[in-house]
């Protein structure tokens, strides 16, 4: 025991709570939070639903979208206008895919972090770990408005023109779709197919957002987390050099709770590194390769100053900027921490 106090048991879960409370939020509504405690009957069924329901969402935008691309887009511009939505669809459903598919590695991860959480006796070790724990709230608290704020807005202002077409005489009026779609598979021009296409697609987008906005805070947390424990390390090892003149048996039980410490840190690194390579390739490579059609867009609306579309551009911009900075911003203080 030391002098600073002893921490009691049910805060270390209050604690654990408040780092994950934005990433549980923003994965629950998609049934990719992966359960830590036993699930319920009601989960065991419910779960497998929203997932089957998300899944059913992005295949029945992607695959008309695509369809569209290949054989109904009559020159490049016209293509290259859907590319975008389809791309961002797509390397939403891969972050899904990557979530489901390591909800097991994921719920590991955070088991560690609660085990974490709970041999942290010291109130100033929970001073450090609450610090660096507010810093990956914060980061997922702009994760998801940056990221859902950011399409939801760019999908709004492609839809909320209405367009003029004329049908056999007909002067009908249409919401043009956030994801175009080939008409031969569902004709999107009638209503009530528009309407309900078009809010397929604001649902879609809501899944998609919070995939990617998932994933990302995830990581951000998880590297918070392995600094604030790396500085608790660097911190203990201070203190035994410190004492060193004092050679006895408990300074050699100290040096072994440090190096086991040491291995809990870096099983921890190792599985965000395997949990989160294939996301942050993704995210990177995605991301570039929609700056650049962003960068188009931009350029073939200014002649005419679409003042709504060419906001919604810079704002989806920032988004995919700060998603490429997220990445290589924790990567980078994960490895300094390490380095010292």
Same mark, same amino acid.
């Given at each position: 025991?030391?002098?600073?106090?002893?921490?009691?048991?049910? !805060?270390?879960?209050?604690?654990?709570?408040?780092?994950?409370?934005?990433?549980?939020?923003?994965?629950?509504?998609?049934?990719?939070?992966?359960?830590?405690?036993?699930?319920?009957?009601?989960?065991?069924?419910?779960?497998?639903?929203?997932?089957?329901?998300?899944?059913?969402?992005?295949?029945?935008?992607?695959?008309?979208?695509?369809?569209?691309?290949?054989?109904?887009? %009559?020159?490049?511009?016209?293509?290259?206008?859907?590319?975008?939505?389809?791309?961002?669809?797509?390397?939403?459903?891969?972050?899904?895919?990557?979530?489901?598919?390591?909800?097991?590695?994921?719920?590991? +991860?955070?088991?560690?972090?609660?085990?974490?959480?709970?041999?942290?006796?010291?109130?100033?070790?929970? !001073?450090?770990?609450?610090?660096?724990?507010?810093?990956?709230?914060?980061?997922?608290?702009?994760?998801?408005?940056?990221?859902?704020?950011?399409?939801?807005?760019?999908?709004?202002?492609?839809?909320?023109?209405?367009?003029?077409?004329?049908?056999?005489?007909?002067?009908?009026?249409?919401?043009?779709?956030?994801?175009?779609?080939?008409?031969?598979? /569902?004709?999107?021009?009638?209503?009530?197919?528009? !309407?309900?296409?078009?809010?397929?697609?604001?649902?879609?987008?809501?899944? /998609?957002?919070?995939?990617?906005?998932?994933?990302?805070?995830?990581?951000?947390?998880?590297?918070?987390?392995?600094?604030?424990?790396?500085?608790?390390?660097?911190?203990?090892?201070?203190?035994?050099?410190?004492?060193?003149?004092?050679?006895?048996?408990?300074?050699?039980?100290?040096?072994?709770?440090?190096? !086991?410490?040491?291995?809990?840190?870096?099983?921890? /690194?190792?599985?965000? %590194?395997?949990?989160?390579?294939?996301?942050?390739?993704?995210?990177?490579?995605?991301?570039? /390769?929609?700056? +650049?059609?962003?960068?188009?867009?931009?350029?073939?609306?200014?002649?005419?100053?679409?003042?709504?579309?060419?906001?919604?551009?810079?704002?989806?911009?920032?988004?995919?900027?700060?998603?490429?900075?997220?990445?290589?911003?924790?990567? %980078?203080?994960?490895? %300094?921490?390490?380095?010292?």
């Amino acid at each position: 025991m030391t002098d600073k106090g002893v921490l009691r048991s049910i !805060e270390f879960r209050n604690d654990h709570d408040y780092s994950l409370q934005l990433n549980r939020w923003y994965l629950k509504p998609i049934g990719a939070w992966p359960e830590i405690n036993e699930s319920s009957v009601v989960e065991n069924i419910f779960v497998p639903v929203q997932i089957l329901i998300c899944w059913t969402m992005a295949i029945f935008i992607g695959g008309p979208c695509l369809l569209y691309i290949l054989f109904e887009a %009559e020159n490049i511009p016209a293509k290259l206008n859907a590319i975008g939505p389809l791309f961002h669809r797509a390397m939403g459903s891969v972050n899904y895919l990557t979530l489901l598919k390591r909800r097991r590695d994921l719920r590991d +991860c955070i088991k560690h972090m609660e085990k974490d959480w709970q041999l942290i006796q010291r109130i100033d070790n929970r !001073e450090i770990m609450i610090q660096y724990a507010k810093f990956g709230r914060l980061i997922s608290g702009i994760c998801g408005v940056i990221m859902q704020g950011s399409t939801m807005l760019f999908s709004i202002t492609r839809a909320m023109k209405t367009v003029t077409i004329v049908i056999d005489n007909q002067t009908m009026t249409m919401y043009p779709m956030t994801c175009p779609s080939y008409q031969k598979f /569902i004709d999107t021009r009638f209503s009530p197919m528009n !309407e309900i296409v078009l809010s397929v697609q604001f649902l879609s987008i809501f899944v /998609i957002g919070a995939s990617t906005a998932g994933i990302c805070s995830l990581a951000a947390v998880f590297a918070t987390h392995a600094c604030g424990q790396l500085n608790i390390l660097y911190k203990r090892l201070y203190e035994l050099d410190k004492n060193n003149e004092k050679k006895n048996n408990s300074a050699e039980q100290k040096m072994a709770v440090i190096v !086991e410490h040491h291995l809990r840190i870096l099983s921890l /690194i190792s599985r965000m %590194e395997s949990i989160m390579h294939n996301a942050c390739l993704v995210e990177i490579i995605g991301s570039t /390769i929609s700056i +650049c059609l962003l960068g188009y867009y931009s350029i073939m609306h200014w002649a005419n100053f679409d003042g709504a579309k060419i906001t919604s551009y810079v704002i989806v911009y920032v988004s995919l900027s700060f998603n490429l900075f997220i990445f290589c911003y924790i990567g %980078e203080i994960l490895t %300094e921490q390490c380095k010292n």
